[in-house]
Antibody, heavy 126, light 107 residues
């Protein structure tokens, strides 16, 4: 059974830091790109960042570039999100998600996030 | 960055109705479009990827179509359990932007 379990959320003051973790089981973690997605209370989904299987490529949404760092430890089947210089607008439930490729046609591969964790709440407030 | 715009933002329909939600990309994304269903307090569920491919286990009343900049999610016969918020997402290259969501209710 595929499981993604986040931890590390909590209350932090503006300007503070937090490190989120996502423990993965039930699939070969090192074979997949992984993403973080967040959802502010009562709001929609926002993709935050993704990381390649070996950690060599990382991408971020503009609003977190320079403040957040995604990383992974394939030996520990774990994904991380280091969040620095936190702002009130970063308040959200942060979920890890697997980037899955459904099928490829020619040079194009098509996929989506097929498994998600339940998320961990990050609240940025003084 | 490419923007994803869903319409309507909310929708009320009767059981058995045919329901269509649209998603527009600000630039062409070929068929790199996914649809998700999120029920209150639950994680999103993948319904469709590659614009029209139904994910395993998803009821056949759900279907997707479109390419380039215009996409639709259709529920052929609305069921009470379909009450949820639906999101589209571009999945060709980062950032994997989501639409703002469509909240679907039963009339």
């Amino acid at each position: 059974e595929v499981q993604l379990v986040e931890s590390g959320g909590g209350l932090v003051q503006p300007g503070g830091s937090l490190r989120l973790s996502c423990a993965v089981s039930g699939f070969t973690f090192s074979s997949y790109w992984m993403s973080w997605v967040r959802q502010a209370p009562g709001k929609g989904l926002e993709w935050v960042a993704k990381i390649k299987q070996d950690g060599s490529e990382k991408y971020y949404v503009d609003s977190v570039k320079g403040r957040f760092t995604i990383s992974r430890d394939n030996a520990k089947n774990s994904l991380y999100l280091q969040m620095n210089s936190l702002r009130a607008e970063d308040t959200a439930v942060y979920s890890c998600a697997r980037d899955w490729v459904g099928h490829c046609s020619g040079n194009n591969c098509y996929g989506a996030h097929d498994f998600w964790g339940q998320g961990t709440l990050v609240t940025v407030s003084s | 960055d490419i923007q994803m715009t869903q319409s309507p933002s909310s929708l009320s329909a009767s059981v058995g109705d045919r329901v269509t939600i649209t998603c527009r990309a600000s630039q062409g994304i070929s068929y790199h479009l996914a649809w998700y269903q999120q029920k209150p307090g639950k994680v999103p569920r993948l319904l469709i990827y590659a614009a029209s491919t139904l994910q395993s286990g998803v009821p056949s009343r759900f279907s997707g179509s479109g390419s380039g900049t215009y996409f639709t999610l259709t529920i052929s016969s609305l069921q009470p359990e379909d009450v949820a918020t639906y999101y589209c997402q571009k999945f060709n290259s980062a950032p994997y932007t989501f639409g703002q969501g469509t909240q679907l209710e039963i009339k």
